[in-house]
């Protein structure tokens, strides 16, 4: 057979098309928030550079401007090192899984930082500064029109900033997005409560977030605890700590506050006051998923009962933690879990174990929640992530027995209170009387509006005091 020449075939992507593609499927705020995530890297990065071992953010901060003219990040957390500059940073794509793997980022696609700019504009600065250098590195509307050019060029720059860190600067920005920075738009407030939801943890442990100048605090998160664990007639949070292959994890659930009244509870589904209750995901420091109701979170499956606003105090955390952020049960956008993770289908027997000591708890005293009173009294709000380091110590609780091979976990179990015993002492009084009378009796109690409930016992208080004083 006659040799044939081999022709070159052209199989590389369209530069325009591959763009296009690229920034189609995410969402403009998690676009912005993959930048936040590489400031956070970028901090944890700084820290093992340090030899920093604290949980402590205390000193950086990253200032966001949006404005429909431009969009610029500017950070302190250390910068791009020249070398990952050159070598991956602008790259599509990491050539190297392994990068970064003995620290707990969240970064492992490789490509967050390029898909953010393109997202917002047509002409992009990096400016980075590191101990040993100052540079630029700029994306032009020219060279996201060449297919055939795909390099940039890394610019050593005179101009310093006070600390380590990185600028980015999007200008000629698309119009859809520069719309959505303009006041026609409720954008900017969305994306607020997106960082004070998704960066809560790291707020709260001192990294300074400011848009347009306005500093972000951050959502709370707490469930209310007793003093120790050994209390056995408290509301103690259930608890579990463990760890498999290289995931840590950690779950609290428990109340956040008092078991609804049957008067609150159809206000709260008027005014939708139940945005507390359910279930956080919490993955290297980062919330994944806030306040979730859903069977996602055990809710309604493996015999929990659906959500319902009869559990509005119910609130439960889960803690995933690992140096190999492709463990953690993210998603690709790494704003959801992956249900399908292998660590959260370990994990999640356990979130609905604990759940159903509170849903069972509320359905018990459903019918007289406000005798459980006493028992809320004793109990203080944590803020929910330091539950159980601060409850379970080491060793202590029972062991689980699935899961040896893949690794090991401890728990705690509540033994929540049963209304029998305090039933024998207490009965429920109820009637029925006319408006207007029940407006009488409440204008001469009260200044402002009772509950039926507050009304009824300030009645039985007085009838009380006098029945006493008679005696
Ligand atoms: N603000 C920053 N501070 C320090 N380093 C940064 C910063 N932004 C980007 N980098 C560096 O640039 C690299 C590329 O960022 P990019 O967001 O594109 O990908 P990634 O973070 O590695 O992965 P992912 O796509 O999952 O976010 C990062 O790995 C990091 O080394
Ligand atoms: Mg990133």
């Known amino acids: 057979m006659a040799k044939q020449n081999k022709l070159k075939v052209k199989a590389s992507p369209a530069k325009k098309f591959f763009v296009s593609m690229l920034t189609r499927d995410i969402d403009l705020s998690d676009a912005i928030l993959d930048l936040l995530d590489n400031c956070v890297d970028g901090i944890a990065r700084a820290k093992k550079r340090g030899e920093d071992t604290s949980r402590s953010y205390k000193d950086y901060w990253a200032r966001i401007v949006a404005t429909p003219e431009k969009f610029e990040i500017w950070d302190n957390c250390g910068g791009i090192p020249k070398k990952v500059a050159i070598e ?120 300074s977030v400011s848009l347009n ?16 664990l050994d209390s056995s007639s408290s509301i103690a949070p259930y608890i579990f700590v463990g760890q498999f292959d290289d995931v840590e994890v950690e779950v609290a659930v428990g109340f956040y506050r008092p078991l609804a009244t049957e008067d609150e509870e159809d206000e709260m589904s008027k005014r939708s006051m139940k ?32 959500f319902h606003n009869q559990f509005i105090a119910i609130a439960g955390v889960v803690v995933f933690r690992s140096k190999n952020s492709l463990n953690l049960p993210l998603n690709t956008t790494k704003r959801g879990i992956d249900t399908s993770s292998e660590v959260y289908h370990i994990i999640l027997p356990y979130m609905q174990t604990g759940l159903k000591k509170f849903t069972a708890f509320t359905n018990d005293w459903k019918k007289r929640p406000e005798l459980t009173k006493e028992y809320f009294s004793e109990l203080k709000l944590v803020p929910a992530h330091k539950l159980p380091a601060k409850l379970l110590k080491p060793n202590a609780g029972s062991k689980i027995r699935k899961h040896q091979d893949r690794g090991e976990g401890r728990f705690f179990a509540p033994e929540l209170p049963k209304p029998a015993r305090v039933e024998q002492r207490h009965r429920k009084i109820c009637f029925v009387a006319l408006r207007t009378e029940i407006q009488q009796v409440a204008d001469h109690y009260f200044e402002d509006e009772p509950t039926m409930e507050e009304l009824g016992r300030a009645c039985f208080d007085d009838a009380l005091e006098q029945a006493r004083e008679s005696h």
């Open 88 to 207: 991956y940073a602008f790259m599509l794509g990491r050539p190297n899984l392994e990068t970064d793997s003995d620290i707990e980022t969240v970064g492992m696609y490789g490509i967050g930082m390029k898909r953010a700019m393109f997202k917002l504009g047509q002409e992009s600065n990096v400016r980075s500064q590191t101990d040993e250098i100052s540079y630029d590195v700029t994306i032009t509307k020219e060279w996201l029109n060449d297919d055939d050019n795909w390099d940039l060029s890394l610019q050593p720059s005179n101009a310093t900033f006070e600390e380590s860190g990185t600028k980015i600067t999007v200008t000629d920005l698309h119009p859809a997005i520069a719309r959505q920075f303009s006041e026609e738009s409720t954008f900017l407030e969305d994306l607020e409560k997106e960082i004070a939801t998704h960066y809560a943890i790291i707020l709260g442990r001192g990294f």
């Open 213 to 228: 100048n306005q500093r972000i605090k951050p959502v709370d998160l707490a469930i209310l605890a007793p003093r120790n």
């Open 275 to 306: 945005e507390n209750a359910g279930w956080t995901v919490i993955c290297n420091d980062r919330i994944v998923l806030y306040n979730d109701k859903s069977p996602k979170t055990g809710w309604g499956t493996g015999g929990v009962p659906g």
